[in-house]
Structure formats: structure tokens, C-alpha cells
């Protein structure tokens, strides 16, 4: 039987930095052990499966429910959270293999609506308990292995929130919890948890209604700035996440940078100076060639070739002595010259230039002869 730990009230503050006090870890880690203990309880309560109702997870909310050390609470929240997320797969798993492509059952239907009315159960329990805000201000205070699973648990949440009819509850709870958003983007730059931090924010990216959050929170330029820095990993980890946050939901991103072009660009552009990281610049002309190309992005591609300077940056880049740098610059490049109405300042300097044009463009095809992105 699962015991009560009513000493914890369930509005607990938890530890608002990444780098807290022991103290602040310990109540941060109690809490999260309190909010896992709730949600495993509430989804017996409503009547999960035998199957995933299993032993192991009666067993974990009783470790969670005993009051105890904080190294014990510790051990009860890896526990718990490991419990969690094998019972969330299983259920998640079970619901997706019965569906074909359109999202019909193909299988058989008690046992899908079986596992979707468990498997829902176990997701509104944890967003009823706040797990999701618990794990991440908990992150910092467990072990690699917990921290992976604390992660899972996150994005499986809202992985399965979808198949398990869930996902109406599951962006309320996000749009409720703003600070679970800006939580995970200042988690990016903290050595200990940026990789976990980005890849839970990747994970936000399956939902349109989180990505349109995270851009009028100010994730791009926030992102922008940690590409720049000089630690190579944090800098990977915030341009593929800026990446997804443009391109997965590549409608949503695109109407909400659209109002903001003046904000947006002057970022792109700070990655491209001479001055920065080889690696920097490389990445940064690789991502803005996506984000013009992808036909969602069609409107601020116009836009982005009517300027005149924004071409001048790109003649200078294909100036560069590095063989990628040149060819990333010659494929935006390419851009503003196909555009069929391009503005009189723009044939102007293509005009003035095109000597020098036809030397740089000759140069590139010996240099990169036999490249089959040419």
C-alpha cells in the first residue's frame, strides 16, 4: 500500500536556480518526490491496468512516500521517475503500434482503449501533480543516470500526450507553467544540464502552440547568443535547437518571426562577422540557407533578398578564404539573384559588381570542382 507523506504541502517552492544551496537541492529533490508520489497514487486511484499498475511502481511510490534523508529522497526520485517512464512507454508503445499512419486502430480495439485510458490517466495525473516543472528544477541535483531518465520522462510526456487524447491538457498545463519554458532555456548555458535542457526543449518543438511560446519568450535571440559561445558543445547543442525551434513547426516560427524581421536577422548576421568561429560561421550559413529555402519561410525570404545589405554580407562572405564559408555564401548568394523582383538597389550593386562577381564565381568553381552542392 502506498503511504501518505503528508508532512510536504503540495506548494512546495522549488529551487528557481540550476546552481542552488544544498538546502535548496534538498527541498527541490523532496518535492519532486512528493509529486511523483501524488501522480503515481492518483493513477492507481482511477484505475490503471494490472499491467501497469505493476509492482514495481507500488513499490516506488512507497519509497517515495516515506519520509526520509535527502539522499534517500534521491534514490526514491530515480526510482520513481524510472517506474514513471517504463509505465508511460508501455502504454504510449502499446497505443501507437495499434494505429496505422491516419491514426486509426488497426489493432485490437479493447486493448488499445485499454492502454489509452490508463496511459491518459498516468499523463493527467503528472500534469495534475506538476511532475513535468519538477523534474526540471530537480535536474541539477541528480545523477547522470536519473538525469537521463528525468529527460524520458519529459519528453515522453509530451510524445504520448497525443496518442493518449491527452493533448488539450498538456499544452494548458505548458501555457500555465510559462516558467518551465524559460526554466529549460537557462538550463542551456549551465555546464552540468545543457544537454538535457536542449533536448527537452527540442522535444517542446512536436507541439505549435509551445513553439509560438518559446519565440515570444525570446528563445531565437536567447539561442543566437549561446551559438556564439566558446564552449564547441554548448554552442552544438544551441544551434540544433534553434534549428528545430524554426524549422519543425516551420508555419508557426515563421508568422512569429515575420513580425520582427528588424529583431530577428541583426542575430543571424553577429555569426557571420570574420571575426567569429570558423565552426560559428559554418553552422550560421548552413541554418539561414534552411530557414530561406523552406517554403514555409517563402514571405520573410522575399523580404530578406529586397535588402541590399543583407546581400553585400553574403558577396563578402563568398570572398573568404575558407572553402565553406565561400560556398555557403554563394548559395544565399544565389538567392537574391534568382529573385525575379529584385529592387533597383539590389540590381544596382549586382550591376557595379559583376566583374568583380564573375571573378569570385570562376574562382569558386575551381576551388570547388567536382562539388556536387555547387
Known amino acids: 500500500a502506498c503511504m501518505p507523506r ?16 544544498p538546502a535548496s537541492v534538498a527541498v527541490a529533490t523532496a518535492s519532486c518526490c512528493h509529486a511523483l508520489w501524488q501522480a503515481i497514487n492518483r493513477t492507481v486511484a482511477a484505475g490503471a491496468s494490472p499491467q501497469l499498475c505493476t509492482p514495481a511502481l507500488v513499490a516506488a511510490a512507497d519509497a517515495l512516500a516515506a519520509q526520509s534523508s535527502p539522499e534517500r529522497d534521491s534514490e526514491a526520485v ?9 509505465v508511460l512507454q508501455q502504454a504510449g508503445v502499446a497505443v501507437e503500434a495499434a494505429r496505422d499512419a491516419s491514426g486509426q486502430v488497426c ?3 479493447g486493448a488499445v482503449a485499454e492502454a489509452t485510458a490508463s496511459g491518459g490517466h498516468l499523463v493527467a495525473s503528472l500534469l495534475e501533480t506538476d511532475v513535468p516543472s519538477a523534474l526540471v528544477r530537480c535536474l ?6 536519473a538525469r537521463k531518465d528525468a529527460m524520458r520522462l519529459f519528453i515522453d510526456i509530451q ?4 496518442p493518449l487524447g491527452m493533448e488539450s491538457s498538456f499544452i494548458a498545463y505548458f501555457q500555465s507553467q510559462p516558467a518551465i519554458l524559460q526554466f529549460l532555456l537557462d538550463g542551456c548555458s549551465d555546464l552540468n544540464v545543457f544537454a538535457y535542457c536542449a533536448q527537452m526543449l527540442r522535444g517542446c518543438t512536436r507541439h505549435p502552440q509551445l513553439v509560438r511560446a518559446l519565440l515570444h519568450r525570446g528563445a531565437a535571440s536567447r539561442l543566437f547568443e549561446l551559438a556564439r559561445s566558446k564552449n564547441f558543445e554548448i554552442s552544438s547543442e544551441a544551434f540544433a535547437t534553434l534549428r528545430e525551434i524554426l524549422l519543425v513547426q516551420s508555419a508557426v516560427s515563421a508568422a512569429v518571426i515575420s513580425a520582427d524581421l528588424e529583431g530577428f536577422f541583426p542575430h543571424f548576421h553577429v555569426l557571420l562577422e570574420a571575426d567569429m568561429d570558423y565552426v560559428v560561421r559554418r553552422q550560421a ?9 523552406d517554403p514555409a519561410w517563402r514571405e520573410v525570404m522575399c523580404a530578406y533578398v529586397a535588402e541590399d545589405r543583407f546581400l553585400q554580407i553574403h558577396m563578402n562572405a563568398m570572398r573568404d578564404s575558407a572553402k565553406a564559408i565561400h560556398l555557403g555564401g554563394f548559395h544565399i548568394f544565389k538567392i537574391f539573384v534568382a529573385n ?25 568553381s575551381t576551388v570547388c570542382e567536382g562539388d556536387a552542392n555547387l
Open 340 to 364: 525575379p523582383r529584385k529592387p533597383r538597389n539590389v540590381c544596382s550593386i549586382l550591376h557595379r559588381n559583376r566583374n568583380r562577381l564573375v571573378k569570385l564565381l570562376v574562382s569558386l
Open 6 to 21: 503528508d508532512v510536504l504541502a503540495s506548494g512546495v517552492d522549488v529551487v528557481e536556480s540550476l546552481e542552488a544551496s
Open 159 to 162: 510524445r504520448y500526450a497525443l
Open 107 to 109: 489493432g485490437a480495439s
Open 285 to 293: 550559413l548552413r541554418l539561414l540557407g534552411e530557414v530561406l529555402l
Open 78 to 86: 530515480e526510482q520513481g521517475i524510472r517506474e514513471v517512464l517504463s
Open 140 to 145: 541539477g541535483s541528480l545523477n547522470f543516470e
